[in-house]
């Protein structure tokens, strides 16, 4: 493991339904998960060794879903071998796609929005001849 | 590099000035950087090998800053040697505590604030023996 790493902490509505939709849709695994007697839960998770944490949103903490602010202050940016194919996978899981995946700015790449209000880039860098 | 991998996209208002901060607040590097004629950008910074991306928000695109939502709805976890010094170090670079460093559920963690609305997790998982 790295000495250093940054992992994004999502805040959400119904976090137990999140913690399935991105296994389902990325694959991931559950790294952590600890859940409180009214269901609230706070989840460590890993795709493919990339790992984000999400819990329930606690707005007197600050911890704000996209549902309540109307809108996200950061998208992730998820990097895999196969765009289309995760991306394809994710709108079967329930995801809604903001733009294809196509190439820009160097990037295979494509955004959706998930079901609780965040977004993700789908993404793969091109080599230096466009593949 | 990873083949997989996640990196939080930062949305805020005067991205210049957030870039100055973080490289101040935690040694980030510039890895990309492009500008337009109005002074907006998109960045890729590095924490010791630790990606993120920050550029001005648009909100026509879905990109909000903080400032615009009154909160954020993804916080992030920098995993580093010692959170103390990068802590205080953000203090300094303009940083608002949220929690001051403390032992918390198995890591060395203390939450901030910065200026432009993100909060960060200054975190270290603790060993078996509590240091």
Known sequence: ??????????SVRRGT?????????FGAKEVFRIENEKGEL?????????????SDESPR????????????????????????TVFDQALAAGATSVHPVSKQHGFLMGRLA?????HWEIVKPLGDDGQ
């Open 114 to 118: 998930d079901p609780f209000g965040h």
């Open 17 to 25: 339904l999140a913690v399935d939709f991105y296994v389902r849709a």
């Open 42 to 54: 706070v989840a460590r998770l890993s795709v493919d060794g990339a790992e984000f944490w999400l």
């Open 61 to 84: 903490h600050g911890n704000f879903s996209p549902e309540t602010l109307k809108g996200a202050t950061a998208r992730m940016v998820l990097t895999v071998a196969d765009p289309a």
């Open 1 to 10: 493991m790295r000495a250093t790493s940054i992992a994004p902490f999502l």
